[in-house]
């Protein structure tokens, strides 16, 4: 069983930033590629960003592609999500999720295994 806990979530304005961040309690951390989605209220949870096993390949979604940067430290166990120029539409829940698929482009929810329980992320205009 692999728990995940998201933390850095909030609420901040139109062009402002947040880091997110979410540790996980596995041993095979660094075996596990990761990603973030994130579901508004009444819409569907969609895709944000993946990284690899080892950090060095990352696909975005086209939304936040170029603002947002997904990074992770294997030796914390954590994946961070770096949000600048945030939006009013990048309000929503944002969840993190282990994927043992390997490290290919996936972005279908169900490639994913564990997902944590969510942080609010709210951007006022």
């Known amino acids: 069983q692999v728990q995940l806990v998201e933390s850095g979530g909030g609420l901040v304005q139109v062009g402002g930033s947040l880091r997110l961040s979410c540790a996980a309690s596995?041993?095979?951390?660094?075996?596990?590629?990761m990603g973030w989605f994130r579901q508004a209220p009444g819409k569907e949870r969609e895709f944000v960003a993946r990284i690899s096993r080892s950090g060095s390949t990352r696909y975005y979604a086209d939304s936040v592609k170029g603002r947002f940067t997904i990074s992770r430290d294997n030796a914390k166990n954590t994946v961070y999500l770096q949000m600048n120029s945030l939006k009013p539409e990048d309000t929503a829940v944002y969840y993190c999720?282990?994927?043992?698929?390997?490290?290919?482009?996936?972005?279908?929810?169900?490639?994913?295994?564990?997902w944590g329980q969510g942080t609010q992320v709210t951007v006022s205009s």
């Open positions: 999720a282990t994927s043992s698929i390997g490290d290919g482009a996936f972005t279908a929810s169900g490639n994913y295994d564990y």
């Open positions: 596995t041993r095979t951390f660094s075996s596990t590629a």
